[in-house]
C-alpha cells in the first residue's frame, strides 16, 4: 500500500469467498480486514462444517459465525416463512445485539431477522414470526416458549448457534438447550462459541457437533519476554462513556504522542473529531485515506505538530513513529497477538511506554485472556472523575497564581486589595480572586458528564476489580527532560504547534527531540533535552510567540 505500511499477505473478507452483498455491507461499515477468529472459522463454516470455537467478546466472533450463516441466503431473499438460522444467546442485550449484526450485514440480501427474549410482549413475536423470518436470534427460555406453543417451527433450519454457550449452562438453561436441538433437523450445521471450555461444554459439543473444527483465540502463550515492557492500564467503561472517558484519561496522561486504535473507519472519524474538540490536535488514519494525506498525517506526527493519531490495524501496519509515548486500545484487540503487537509500538530504547485500554464491561473477559497469554498485568484502573478533573484544574490555577507572585508586577493591583480589605478579610479577598481567576480561564469541569463507576462482578473468572486506587501525583518530567515554564497560554491564543514552530524555528531543536507540552490558561510547559534547555531559553527570550514577547525559564520544583 505505501511505505510506511507494506502491502503484505494478510487475509481480506473477498479472500475468504463471501459474496459481493456481504463484502459491500462490510465496507460500508467500515471494516477493513478480517479478525483472526473471522480468518479461521469463516472458510470452515462456509463449507458447512460444524464448529466449537473458543473466543470472548471482542473478538469479531458475531460476524465470524453471522456471515456464514448469510452466504447461505438465496439472492433476492427467502420466500419461506420458516428460519433457517437459530442463533441461541444467553442473554437480552445479546440477542439484541446480534440481531441488529446480522440486520446489518445482511440487509442487501433482504435478510429478515428477529430477536425474541423474555420480557418482550410476545404478541409482536408472533405476528413477526407469522409474516416469516429468516433468522431467529433468541434466549433458550423464550425459545422454549414458542417452540411448546407452535409459534416457532424449526423443521426448515440449516443452522444453530450456540453463543457464549457456558454463560447459558451457568444460567441454567441446559435442559431448554437439549430440548431446543431435538427439534431441529439431524443434518443441521451447529455452531458453538464459549468464552471458556470447562468440561460441561465439552460434554454439550460432543452430544450437539459432528466433528467440529476447533478454534481458539488466545490460547498460544506469548514466550515471555516477548510482550514489551509497558506500564498497561485499562478502564472499564460502558460504551456511551468511551469519548468522554477518553477525553479525560489523555487530560491526566497527558501523552506526548498517541495512537488511538479503533475498530473502523467510522469510529476512526468520529473519534478525531471528538478529540480535536477537546483541544488535542488529532489525525485519522484508515484505509479510506489517500497517500498523500497519509504522508501529511505522519509528517504532522513527527515534527510534533499533530499529538494523537487516530488510526485502524490496517493503516497503522508497518508504520513507525519514533516519539510514541502511548498506545491507546479503543476497544478491547480481536486477540492478544493484536494486543502484543500494538503495544510494541511503544517502550522502545529503554523509554518508558503506557498502553491504555478502553473495555465494555462485556470484554472483561477478552482482557483477563490478553494477560492470561501475555504473562502481564493490566492494572484496571477507574477512569478520572469530575472532582479529579477539578483537582486538576484548581492545581493549574494555583500554578498560575504562583507564576503571577514571583512575577513582581502586582502594584497596580494593590489599590483595588486596600480598598477591600476596608470591608473584607485578606483571606476572603484572595478567596474571591482566585475564583475569578478560576472562572475565567475556562476550567468548566462542571460541564463533565459524570461517569458511572464499572465494578466487575465477582465471576468464575475472576474480576481485576477491586484494586486500591493509585494517588496520582503531580507528572514529574521525563527523566533526561527539562520542563520550561513559558509564559503564554491558551488565553494568548498558544497552541502546540506555535511552541513547537517557535522553539525548532529559533532554537534550531528538531520538532521531535521537543517532549509533553501542556497549555493552561496563562503560561504553557514544554519539556526539552537537559542539554538544549539553555539555548532554547536564550534563544526564545529574543523572540516572540505568536506576535509578542514571553517569559521563558526552567519551572521551578515548587510550581506545583
Ligand atoms: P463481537 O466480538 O462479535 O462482539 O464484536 C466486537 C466488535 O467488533 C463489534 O462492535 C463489531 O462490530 C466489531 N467488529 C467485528 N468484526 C470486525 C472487523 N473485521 N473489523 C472491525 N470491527 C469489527
Redesign the pocket.
Known amino acids: 500500500m505505501t511505505a510506511d505500511a507494506p502491502d503484505d499477505d494478510r487475509t481480506s473478507?473477498a479472500d475468504l469467498g463471501l459474496r459481493p452483498e456481504l463484502l459491500r455491507a462490510?465496507s460500508g461499515?467500515?471494516?477493513?480486514?478480517?479478525?483472526p477468529?473471522?480468518r479461521e472459522a469463516i472458510p470452515p463454516l462456509a463449507t458447512g462444517r460444524d464448529l466449537l470455537g473458543q473466543?470472548?467478546?471482542?473478538?469479531?466472533?458475531?460476524?465470524?459465525f453471522a456471515l456464514p450463516v448469510l452466504e447461505r441466503m438465496a439472492a433476492g431473499g427467502r420466500t419461506d416463512p420458516e428460519p433457517f438460522a437459530l442463533v441461541l444467546v444467553p442473554t437480552r442485550e445479546l440477542a439484541v445485539?446480534v440481531s441488529e449484526?446480522v440486520h446489518r450485514y445482511g440487509r442487501e440480501l433482504g435478510a429478515r431477522v428477529l430477536p425474541i427474549y423474555g420480557g418482550q410482549p410476545i404478541g409482536r413475536q408472533l405476528r413477526v414470526l407469522e409474516q416469516g423470518v429468516d433468522v431467529v436470534v433468541a434466549t433458550p427460555g423464550r425459545a422454549v416458549d414458542h417452540l411448546n406453543r407452535g409459534t416457532l417451527k424449526l423443521e426448515k433450519l440449516e443452522v444453530v448457534v450456540l453463543d457464549e454457550a457456558d454463560e447459558m449452562l451457568d444460567m441454567g438453561f441446559a435442559e431448554d438447550l437439549d430440548a431446543i436441538l431435538a427439534e431441529t433437523p439431524p443434518q443441521r450445521q451447529t455452531v458453538l462459541f464459549s468464552a471458556t471450555m470447562p468440561p460441561r461444554i465439552d460434554r454439550l459439543a460432543r452430544q450437539h457437533l459432528t466433528d467440529p473444527v476447533r478454534i481458539t483465540i488466545g490460547r498460544e502463550q506469548t514466550e515471555p519476554g516477548e510482550a514489551p515492557r509497558v506500564r498497561q492500564s485499562a478502564y472499564v467503561v460502558p460504551r456511551a462513556h468511551k469519548p468522554a472517558a477518553l477525553g479525560r484519561v489523555l487530560d491526566v496522561e497527558a501523552p506526548t504522542a498517541a495512537i488511538v486504535f479503533c475498530?473502523?473507519r467510522d469510529e476512526v472519524d468520529q473519534l478525531t473529531e471528538t478529540l480535536n474538540g477537546r483541544g488535542y490536535r488529532a489525525e485519522s488514519l484508515h484505509g479510506g485515506i489517500s497517500q498523500e494525506q497519509r504522508d501529511r498525517v505522519m509528517a504532522r506526527l513527527r515534527n510534533g505538530t499533530a499529538d494523537l493519531l487516530v488510526a485502524?490495524d490496517v493503516a497503522a501496519r508497518g508504520l513507525d513513529v519514533e516519539q510514541l509515548t502511548h498506545v491507546v486500545n479503543y476497544?478491547v484487540p480481536?486477540a492478544p497477538e493484536s494486543y502484543v503487537h500494538r503495544i510494541g509500538r511503544v517502550g522502545r530504547a529503554g523509554r518508558e511506554g503506557v498502553a491504555i485500554t478502553l473495555a465494555e464491561p462485556?470484554?472483561h473477559g477478552m482482557l483477563k485472556t490478553i494477560e492470561r497469554v501475555t504473562k502481564q498485568r493490566i492494572q484496571v484502573e477507574k477512569v478520572p472523575t469530575v472532582a479529579d478533573l477539578r483537582a486538576r484544574r484548581l492545581e493549574l490555577t494555583r500554578a498560575a497564581l504562583h507564576e503571577s507572585l514571583l512575577e513582581d508586577d502586582l502594584e497596580g493591583f494593590r489599590v483595588v486589595v486596600e480598598t477591600l480589605a476596608d470591608e473584607f478579610d485578606v483571606m476572603e479577598i484572595a478567596l474571591a480572586a482566585v475564583k475569578l481567576a478560576h472562572e475565567s480561564s475556562g476550567a468548566a469541569a462542571d460541564e463533565e458528564e459524570e461517569i458511572p463507576e464499572y465494578t466487575p462482578r465477582p465471576d468464575r473468572r475472576g474480576g481485576t476489580g477491586g484494586e486500591p486506587r493509585r494517588e496520582r501525583k503531580p507528572r514529574r518530567p521525563t527523566a533526561g527532560m527539562t520542563r520550561l515554564f513559558v509564559g503564554a497560554g491558551r488565553s494568548a491564543g498558544i497552541r502546540p504547534q506555535d511552541l513547537v514552530g517557535a522553539i525548532a524555528g529559533e532554537a534550531r531543536l528538531h520538532g521531535r527531540e521537543i517532549g509533553a507540552i501542556e497549555i493552561a490558561d496563562r503560561f504553557s510547559l514544554v519539556e526539552v533535552p537537559d542539554g538544549a534547555a539553555q539555548q532554547v531559553i536564550a534563544a526564545l527570550r529574543g523572540a516572540t510567540i505568536k506576535g509578542r514577547k514571553v517569559t521563558v525559564r526552567r519551572e521551578r520544583d515548587d510550581h506545583r
Open positions: 473478507f462490510l461499515l467500515g471494516y477493513e480486514e478480517p479478525t477468529i473471522q473466543a470472548a467478546t471482542g473478538t469479531g466472533k458475531t460476524a465470524a445485539q449484526a475498530r473502523t485502524t476497544n480481536s462485556r470484554e
